[in-house]
Nanobody, 122 residues
Framework: QVQLVESGGGLVQTGGSLRLSCAASGRTFSSYIMAWFRQAPAKEREFVGKINRSGASTVYADSVKGRFTISRDNAKNTVYLQMNSLKPEDTAVYYC???????????????WGLGTQVTVSS
C-alpha cells in the first residue's frame, strides 16, 4: 500500500504564497498519477489539479489555473503544490491523492492523505 502525508499548511494573508508537500511511502511512486483536492467547510471535495508520472503534464481546475503549480520529485517520493496569489476562497483542507497510471482519465483514486489545513485571511 501507499501512504500519503501532507504538510506545509498554515495561515497566510490574501495575496500570499504557500507550498504544500505530499510525501509518499512505498517503492512505486513513479507508477502513480498524483493529484490535489481541497474541501472547504460545508462544501464538497473539489479537484485542484493533477500531474502525470514524469511530471511533464499537468491539469488544473479553472479556479486555480495560473496561480497554482503542481510538481513532483520522484527521487524523493514527493509531490508539491505551490500556491500563489492566494484568496480567502482558497481556504480549505488540502488533500493529496494517488491514482495508478493506467487509470488516467478516471475520477477514482487509490490512496488519500489525511489533509492539511490552509487558511487565507481576508
Amino acid at each position: 500500500q501507499v501512504q500519503l502525508v501532507e504538510s506545509g499548511g498554515g495561515l497566510v494573508q490574501t495575496g500570499g504564497s504557500l507550498r504544500l508537500s505530499c510525501a509518499a511511502s512505498g517503492r512505486t511512486f513513479s507508477s502513480y498519477i498524483m493529484a490535489w483536492f481541497r474541501q472547504a467547510p460545508a462544501k464538497e471535495r473539489e479537484f485542484v489539479g493533477k500531474i502525470n508520472r514524469s511530471g511533464a503534464s499537468t491539469v488544473y481546475a479553472d479556479s486555480v489555473k495560473g496561480r497554482f503549480t503542481i510538481s513532483r520529485d520522484n527521487a524523493k517520493n514527493t509531490v508539491y503544490l505551490q500556491m500563489n496569489s492566494l484568496k480567502p476562497e482558497d481556504t480549505a483542507v488540502y488533500y493529496c491523492a494517488a491514482q495508478f497510471y493506467l487509470k488516467w482519465g478516471s475520477s477514482e483514486y487509490d490512496y488519500w492523505g489525511l489533509g492539511t489545513q490552509v487558511t487565507v485571511s481576508s
